[in-house]
């Protein structure tokens, strides 16, 4: 029953910044993976970035390295997303995901997913 919702997303010209935040809708319990997805238009949704329950292991894709930095809050298990150096083929439906008691990770299932928010970079 737990639901994530994020925000931040909106239109920056190409170079410029924006930070996504993804928190549960309600009072959740124990550990969990956090970590982000995306989907542009025409394409398969693909990896980000994660973040373990701690935010001492971090992954991200390698068209993100360098630009992009996952943090969290673990005691609100609040996940963000610094995106820093915007292109234009980072636009793209921004997706949270959340495991319990396991880490999010590139081909592996997802327990929960927030509804998304959209980010246009524009050229």
């Known amino acids: 029953q737990v639901q994530l919702v994020e925000s931040g997303g909106g239109l920056v010209q190409a170079g410029g910044s924006l930070r996504l935040s993804c928190a549960p809708s309600?009072?959740?319990?124990?550990?969990?993976?956090m970590g982000w997805f995306r989907q542009a238009p025409g394409k398969e949704r693909e990896f980000v970035a994660t973040?373990?329950?701690?935010?001492?292991?971090?992954y991200y894709a390698d068209s993100v390295k360098g630009r992009f930095t996952i943090s969290r809050d673990s005691a609100k298990n609040t996940v963000y997303l610094q995106m820093n150096s915007l292109k234009p083929e980072d636009t793209a439906t921004y997706y949270c995901?959340?495991?319990?008691?396991?880490?999010?990770?590139?081909?592996?299932?997802?327990?929960?997913w927030g509804k998304g928010t959209l980010v246009t970079v524009s050229s």
């Open positions: 309600g009072r959740t319990f124990g550990t969990y993976g």
């Open positions: 973040s373990s329950w701690s935010g001492g292991t971090t």
């Open positions: 995901a959340a495991n319990r008691n396991r880490a999010v990770m590139n081909g592996g299932g997802v327990d929960y």
